[in-house]
C-alpha cells in the first residue's frame, strides 16, 4: 500500500501516518519528493479497512498494491483451472456449449429443444425454473416442476444440466436436479446467496453482474472458494453502458483480461447481452475468437411461443449451423469442440 | 403500444401481425404512412411478453405506450403517499434526516453517535447489523446483537430505527427491532427479497442499484407494493458511471423525476454516493434544495475507529453544523426541519 | 411520429396537439384507447424540431419512426458499400489491415515497422502527423515532416497511407499526402471538420467517439456524404464504460447493429480500445469472426522507444503471428486477408 | 510515481526498471515487501510518457502520483480565482446567472428574452450564433448575423455576452462581439480551438465534455492556460449514464470535487443536462446549494416557437420566480445574488 501525502503535508503529518500504519501492522518506508513525499506501506493486510487513512491530516491519497482477492488470482494458482460437470470438463481444451431455453415452460417444447442442441453439439442443457424477472407481473418459472422437467431431459438426452438459483432456501432443492448452478447477474453480490453455495460443493456458473467490475466479479467468486467450493467457472454476459441498441455491451475484452488475472475458467453469454438473436451468431464466434471456454445460448424450438426472452433464442436449425461454423473457429484458436 | 413495420413490409406481413395482436387480446389500428406503417395496438396487458411481436418478419420495433408499473405510479393515485415510521412522517411537509453509523459496531462509540445525532435534529437512527460488503474479508456486522443496540439506543434517545435486511430468512428478527427496514442497492433486484418485504408490513426504504434505471427501481417498488405493501420510501444513492473522483455519482435529478412519474417519497444518501465526508454537506443541502424529503448521512462519533465506511462518516460536529445551514435551505423550498 | 397523451389528457388539449402537427405538415391519426389517447403523425419531416410537441399540455412523450439519418441507412441503400482507398477495397470480401504507429517519430523505426507490416499482409500503413493528445505537455506530432515521411514510405512499400486530420485547415495539406484520411474519436462531432472533409471526396475513416451511440456516429457519418462524399468507412474503437481493466471497453456487437442498420463498412481497432498489446491478438481475432472488414493496429518496430502509445503496439513478429492466425479466422467466417 | 513489480519478479528485472527510470530522470527508492516489490521515483516529470515502464517484463502496474494538470490545480494556486467578464466577477461572492435562448433565431423574441432575463437579475446573455447539432439537417445558427444581435442586446440591456465558437478560425470574429467565449462540450477535447483560444485572451467559459473525467476536463483548462488565457470558467452540463430519463446526468459532485482539486470557478447549465423544463428549477437550486458559483440556463420568450431546444428552456416568468428563490438559497449557503 502507498500514502501519498498532499504537497504541503508537514513533517508532523507524515509522522503521524507512520504511527497509524505501524499501529495498524505494516512496516513503513517513506520516500521523500522535491514537490511530494509518499509512504510505502509492507504487509498484506487484507482485513485491515485501511480508508481510515485517507481522513488523516496531510494525506492525499491511498493506493492498494495487492489485489483483494486472493484463491481467485492467477498469482494465488498460476496454472489453468478446469471444472469437472458431472464429467464434462469446462476449462480445458474443449470449448463446451451450454445450451437451451430460457426458461422450462412448455413440455413438448423443452424435450424437442433438448434433443436437438444434444444433436448439435452442446454438452450442457440450460434451463430456467427460478426465474428473476424486473416485473412482478412476468412468468417467474415453475419451479419444483420446472427442476423435474430438466432431470427428465437429462435421462433422455444424456446433457448436464444447469438451473439458476435466487434464494439460499432453495439451493438444497436445486442440488438434487443440477448438475451446476447458476448465480444470476442480479445476485453476483447476493452474499449470503454466495457463501451458502460456497458451502455446497456443486460446480457454480458465476454470471457477471450488470455493472460488476472485473474485480468485483472475482470477490464475488472468492465468497464462494472461501467457503471451501473452487469449483467456479465465470460468465460474461454484458454490462450497462449508455448504448441501446443492444440490451447491454457484451465485454469480449473480459476474457483476456480474466485469463491475465485469473486461473478460472470463464465462458460467455452472448443471448441476454445483446437480446436479439440476430447478433448471437456472430458474437458466439467473437467470444471463441477472443479465447472464451465455452458459450451459453438460448434455444428454443418455437421462439414465437416462448413465455420469456424468445426475442433472443435462436431456432434450432440456426443453432445447429451455427455450431458447426464454432468449430472452424475453435479449431482456428488451438481448441476443439 | 406502437408497432412498427419495417420500410419494405409487405400487406400479408402487415396482416399476420395483426392477427397476432388480436390473438394477444388487442385491438388493432394501422397507420399507414408514405414510407413506413404503424400499429396501434390499443389494451393495457401488462402480463403479455410482447416482444415476441419484434421478431416477426416485416417488424421494426416494438415500443410501449403505458408504463410497466402500476401501483408506484402518479398516474394510479395522484396526491403524494406519506409514510409514517413509527409516528415520523416521511413525504410531508418535513425534511426528516435519518443518520447514524455505517455499522452498528462499538457500543460506547454507538450510544454516543445516537445522542448527537438525536440532539442535532435526526429523527431515525441508522446503523447496520447484517452488511453486504464486496470482500469476503471484511467486517460483516454484529447481526443479533447489533439489532439489539439498536433496539437499545431507540430506548435511551427515543429515534426511530432502520437498519437492512439482506437474506429472506432474516425478515421476521429484524421487523421486531426495526422501525423501517432497508433493502441495499445491491438487492434491489433480490425478487425473493422483495416479496417477502411486500408480505411484511413493515415500512421500506428501498435503495436505488447502482446501476438501475428509475423505472426498474420504481419496478421494484411495484413488487413490493403488489404484496400490500405500500410504504416504501425510495433512496437515491448514487449511480455508477464511469467518473472514477467520487465512488457514484450522485444523481439528484432522479428526485423530480420520481416526483413527476410516482407517488412515493424519496430521499437521498449523500454518504456513499460520495465516498468521503467532504462532499457529504454540499450534497445534502443539493438535496434538499432539489425537493428530497429526506437524507440518510453517516455519522460516527470517531471515524477514524470505524470498521466501516469511516472516510465517509461525518463528525457530530461536522453534522450539528450541517443540519443547522440545512433548515435555511429547507426553508427556501418551503420545507421544514 | 407517434405522439403520447397523458391519461388525463381532454379532447381539447388532443385537438391542439393535432392542430400543431397540421401545421407542422403531418397528417394525423389519433387512436383512442381506454386508458391513453396517442396520435400518429405521418409525414417525413427530418428538418422539424418536433420536440415543440413534447411542451404541449397533455403530451406524455413523442416518439420518432424515422432514423434520423437517411444516406447511411440499410433503407437508402441495400447492398454493401465497398470503399476504394487508391485501389485497396474495403467493404468487400477481403478483410483489410490497416498497421503502424501510433504516431511517426522517428524516421528509421518508422521505414522498419512499414516494411514489416506491409510483408506480414497489411494493406495501409497507419501514422499519425497530427496528434490529438489529453495532455499539452505530451508529443503533438511531426506535422507535414510526419506526412512527409508517411509518402516515402508509401514509395517505398506501395503501401496506402492512412493518418488523421484536426483541423479542418489542415484537409488540404493532410489531403496531398493521404489515401485516406481519418476523423479521430474526439472529432467525430467536430461538424465543420465533418462537412469540410464531405467536400473534399478523399475516403474517410470515421471512428466511434469513446461515448457516442451508434446513432450518433451514422449522424456523423450523414453530415460527410450529406456533401458528397460517400466514401465512409466506420471504425469502432472502444467506448467509455465503468470498467477500468481496460482503457475503453471494445463494442463488437457494434458491428453487426451496423451491419444491419447501415450499409458502410466497418472496420475496428484494439489497441486504443484496449490500451495495452497483451489484449489486442485476442481482439483482433474476436473482431474479425464478428464481421468486420477490417482492422486498424498499432504496431511498432521498437515499442519502448515510441513517444505515444508505446505500450498497447504490438511488436513486428507478434503482429506477423498474429496475421496468420487472422487468416484461418477469415476463412471460417467465409472472408480472405 | 510508484512502479509495482508483479509477485515474482526477478532481482534482475527490478534492476532493469530502475536502469530505466534513471534513463528518463527520475531518483529510485525499491521498497521490498514479502510479496511484492515497489519502485519509488522521485521527479516531477510530466513530458515523460512513462506508459513505456509498463511494458517492460517483470511490472505489474504504474502509478501515478503527480496530478497531469498544474496551472489548473489548487496546489498552484490555493485561493480562488476570480473571471472578469467585462466587469461581473464569476467566482467571487456574487452567484452569477447567465440567461437566455439556446440559439439567437428570431428578433423579436430574441430582444424580449433578453430585456426579461435583465430584468430578472441575470448578468450575462446567452444565445447561440455557430450551433453545433448532431443532425446535419437541423437549424445551425445565423452565424454573424446572430453575433450582431447579441451586441444589440448588450448594448439595450447592458448585459454582457457569451457566445460558443466551434472553429479556431472564427475566434477573431465572435471576440469582437462576445464579452466571454463558449467551448462546448463536443468540443472540449478540440485542441487546436483550446490553443488558439488560450492565445486570445477573451474569458473562456469551458463545458465539460459529456463523457470526461473531472481530470481530463481541467487538462482542457490547462491546454487553454499554458498559452496565457489564465481566465477559465469551468461549466459542468451533465454526463452521458445509461440512465434516459434525463437527456444526461448532471453531476453536481463535479462542484464540490472541482472546488477541492483546482482554484478555477465552476457554474452549472441545468437545461441541457436535463433536457426538459421541469426539471430546470429544482435542479438550478441544488446547484447553487452545493456551492456553483454560477448558472447558465436557458430561457426562450415563447419556447413553442424556438428552433432549437424549445422543450428545455424556461418561460420568463417561471425564470423569474426561479431568481427570487435561489437568491434565498444563495444567502443559506453564504453567497448573494
Known amino acids: 500500500m502507498i500514502i ?4 504541503y503535508a508537514t513533517q508532523q503529518q507524515i509522522k503521524e501516518v507512520e504511527n497509524k500504519l505501524i499501529e495498524l501492522g505494516f512496516k513503513t518506508h517513506p520516500i521523500y519528493g522535491e514537490i511530494k513525499t509518499v509512504i510505502g506501506a509492507v504487509g498484506d493486510k487484507r482485513l485491515v479497512d485501511t480508508r481510515v487513512l485517507i481522513d488523516m491530516t496531510g494525506v492525499d491519497s491511498v493506493i492498494p498494491i495487492m489485489k483483494p482477492y486472493k484463491l ?27 445450451a437451451g431455453p430460457c426458461a422450462v415452460e412448455n413440455r413438448e417444447y423443452f424435450f424437442e ?3 436437438y442442441v444434444k444433436n448439435a453439439g452442446a454438452k450442457i442443457l440450460r434451463g430456467g425454473a427460478f426465474k428473476p424477472r424486473t416485473s412482478p407481473y412476468a412468468f417467474q418459472g415453475l419451479q419444483e416442476d420446472g427442476l423435474k422437467m430438466l432431470a427428465e431431459a437429462r435421462e433422455m438426452t444424456g446433457l448436464k444440466i444447469v438451473t439458476e438459483v435466487m434464494d439460499p432456501r432453495d439451493i438444497e432443492l436445486v442440488s438434487e436436479y443440477a448438475d ?24 457454480v456458473l458465476l454470471k457477471r453482474g450488470i455493472s460488476s ?26 454490462i450497462r453502458t449508455y448504448e441501446t441498441s443492444t440490451r447491454n455491451t457484451l465485454d469480449l475484452s473480459a476474457i483476456p483480461v480474466v485469463k491475465e488475472v485469473s486461473h478460472l475458467p470463464v465462458i460467455v453469454d452472448p443471448s441476454h447481452a445483446s437480446g ?30 416462448a413465455l420469456c426472452d424468445g426475442p433472443q433464442s435462436l ?23
Open 276 to 305: 436479439t438473436w440476430k447478433y448471437v451468431s456472430p458474437m458466439s464466434k467473437a467470444a471463441v475468437a477472443a479465447g472464451a471456454d465455452g458459450l451459453i445460448i438460448e434455444v428454443h424450438a418455437n421462439p414465437e411461443k
Open 113 to 115: 429443444t433438448a434433443k
Open 213 to 238: 467490475t472485473i474485480e468485483e466479479w472475482l470477490m464475488a467468486a472468492e465468497y464462494i472458494m472461501l467457503e471451501g467450493n473452487t469449483d467456479v467457472i465465470l460468465c460474461e454476459r454484458g
Open 180 to 203: 451446476i448452478i447458476q448465480i444470476g447477474a442480479r445476485n453476483m453480490q447476493n452474499f449470503r446467496l454466495l457463501q451458502e453455495i460456497g458451502a455446497s460443493m456443486k460446480p
Open 315 to 337: 431456432k434450432p436449425d440456426t443453432f445447429g449451423q451455427l455450431m458447426s461454423e464454432l468449430q472452424v473457429i475453435a479449431g482456428a484458436v488451438g481448441r476443439s469442440m
Open 4 to 7: 501519498v501525502m498532499k504537497n
Open 72 to 98: 481467485a488470482s492467477r498469482e494465488y494458482k498460476q496454472e489453468d483451472s478446469i471444472v469437472d460437470v458431472s464429467g464434462v470438463e469446462v476449462g480445458g481444451k474443449e470449448v463446451v456449449v451450454f
